[in-house]
């Protein structure tokens, strides 16, 4: 059964300070996905890491994926009010399985 | 194109009544999914469609649910006898084939009461 956890579950933390958010399974995924959604709306896309060791940057977000495709990591430099929401981690084991959801990390960044 | 659109928006009924939720995909994205949500927690799978192909439906998944593509292009999901615990949000998106990358709808809360 697939499985993806996230950790921490709440993160509160000062604007300019820096985070890491971690996403976990025990099984091997073709590709993960990271998506951020405030209150309300649907969660919207950010990155999607395919190879195993991948590193991809979005301005001030560093995404990067374990080696053995089992694990991947969201790193926030200089954390913004505005980078305040629900982050969550999603894949699928094969391109023609389920996509399935992490939990979630929900950030809050104070002013 | 504008994205995925669900409907409606906000649903408040009361226990026993059946609900219908409605959500038009991208037009060129072949997969479409159904989700549901409950507050600060991670979108939970519920069904999902390749074409009008239903692929699977969650074993969580009571009798009661019931999700519909017919042409392979709108989709519907269908909650019969709701209970309080069905409140949730019910969230869809569509990706193109073989990519995990979703595309999501607003979602349609749905308040039991």
Known sequence: TQLLEQSPQFLSIQEGENLTVYCNSSSVFSSLQWYRQEPGEGPVLLVTVVTGGEVKKLKRLTFQFGDARKDSSLHITAAQPGDTGLYLCAGAETSYDKVIFGPGTSLSVIP | ?113
């Open chain 2, 1 to 113: 194109d504008t994205g995925v659109s669900q409907n409606p928006r906000h649903k408040i009924t009361k226990r026993g009544q059946n609900v219908t939720f409605r959500c038009d995909p991208i037009s060129e994205h072949n997969r479409l999914y159904w989700y549901r949500q409950t507050l600060g927690q991670g979108p939970e799978f519920l069904t999902y469609f390749q074409n009008e192909a239903q692929l699977e439906k969650s074993r969580l998944l009571s009798d009661r649910f019931s999700a519909e593509r017919p042409k392979g292009s709108f989709s519907t999901l269908e909650i019969q006898r709701t209970e309080q615990g069905d409140s949730a949000m019910y969230l869809c998106a569509s990706s193109g084939t073989y990519t995990g990358e979703l595309f999501f709808g607003e979602g349609s809360r749905l308040t039991v009461l």
